[in-house]
């Protein structure tokens, strides 16, 4: 009779050490995401914690996992469960008392102008997250043009306030909690906003807001690079940014102000986004680019900053947010919603790697 190995929790935490997170450079026993190894003679069972729901690279650290343990002597069946558990990164020069209590992570979404779909992106990425099992707020700050409740469908709400707390709670919808400048504005009033009272009256209202808890909070901040905006970027806490920007040349130099912006606050830049970067044809299922090419990839490189991919030009894009049902809401399974799920991707992992690239003030000039 052959004797069986016994497996023991020791050598199949052997072998997962062996196992190497691609982004973090460590291996998944240091990095303190394997859990509750339980084995039953030839059965092993664990669970692995990654820092994001949003991982790009689950499916391959499960399947590095799995070899490895698959490679202990006694080992038949292998049970992995994969978990996540989002890790703060409240970034750095802010300081602690301005850290928003439950709030792990603020990601602002900023272009150098107007009209590049900024508030397009910043919906459809946090819809994205929270369909990935994260847990998602969304603040409209574009105080300018709030548009994120008629993206969203909450045209008509209302946050309500909980006197016992005072705090005011979020609007809910696809999961994501949305407070936006534009609940505080009669509709049809155009608010004239200075810059220094902004920044006060967010900061207030930031703090009033129950959030609860949260892993990422998207913010949708208002266009240009103006002592408004930079006042605006300053009141809130953010872990990083990401950068969205069109094709075109003009739209990338205009990009190239909006990163030395955050620069300047010591925001670390997350990525670069190009949308309406090159038309899918419906019919033949083709790329065109109608626009100049790679403007999004090239400013990306010369700012050495990560490029998160290019979202096409659809009509269905815009019709979709105009309904108040992002593409990645109304077709989850859609080219439109694969394209923003990366990017949402790249936007968690950069986060959890805790990215902090900085760009040289000379390229900004
Ligand atoms: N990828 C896209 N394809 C087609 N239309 C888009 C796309 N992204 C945004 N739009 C449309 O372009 C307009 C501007 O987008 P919006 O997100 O409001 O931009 P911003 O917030 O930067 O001003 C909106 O009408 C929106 O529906
Ligand atoms: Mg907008």
Not at 156 to 181: F, N
Request: proline share 7%.
């Amino acid at each position: 009779m052959p004797i069986l190995a016994t497996v023991t929790p020791q050598q199949v935490l052997a072998a997962l050490g062996t196992v190497i997170d691609p982004d973090l450079h460590k291996d998944l026993v240091t990095l303190g995401m394997i859990k509750n190894v339980q084995i039953d003679g030839p059965r092993v069972s664990f669970t692995v914690e990654l820092t994001t729901p949003a991982c790009p690279l689950k499916a391959e650290i499960e399947r590095m996992c799995r070899a490895a343990v698959a490679a202990v002597p006694g080992v038949e069946d292998i049970q992995i469960e994969m978990t996540a558990n989002v890790r703060a990164n409240t970034g750095r020069g802010i300081p602690q008392q301005q850290a928003l209590p439950g709030v792990k992570n603020v990601v602002a979404v900023a272009s150098g102008k107007g009209g590049v779909g900024k508030s397009t992106v910043s919906a459809n990425i946090a819809c994205a997250l929270a369909q990935m099992g994260a847990k998602v707020g969304l603040l409209d700050a574009d105080i300018y043009g709030p548009s994120i409740p008629i993206i969203m469908g909450v045209e008509d709400a209302q946050p309500t306030v909980d006197e016992k707390k005072e705090k005011l709670m979020p609007v809910e919808r696809y999961g994501v909690k949305i407070i936006s400048m534009g609940f505080l504005q009669p509709s049809g009033s155009a608010v004239i906003w200075r810059g220094p009272m902004v920044a006060k009256a967010v900061q207030q209202f930031l703090r009033d807001v129950e959030w609860g808890e949260i892993d990422y909070l998207v913010v949708d901040l208002p266009p240009g690079t103006g002592d408004a905006q930079l006042t605006l970027a300053q009141a809130i806490p953010l872990s990083g940014a990401v950068v969205v920007m069109t094709p075109q040349d003009l739209a990338a130099a205009v990009a190239v102000k909006a990163v030395a912006m955050f620069q300047r606050l010591d925001v670390p830049i997350l990525g670069i986004v190009e949308n309406m970067s090159y038309f899918l044809c419906p019919t033949c299922n083709s790329r065109h680019h109608i626009f100049s090419h790679g403007g999004g990839q090239q400013a990306a490189e010369a700012l050495n900053v990560p490029f998160f991919g290019a979202i096409p030009l659809a009509a269905d894009i815009g019709a979709e947010a105009d309904e108040g049902t992002p593409s990645v809401v109304i077709n989850p399974d859609g080219p439109y919603a694969e394209a923003f799920r990366e990017v949402a991707e790249r936007v968690a992992q950069a986060i959890s790697i805790g990215a902090r690239k900085f760009v040289p003030l000379a390229m900004a000039k």
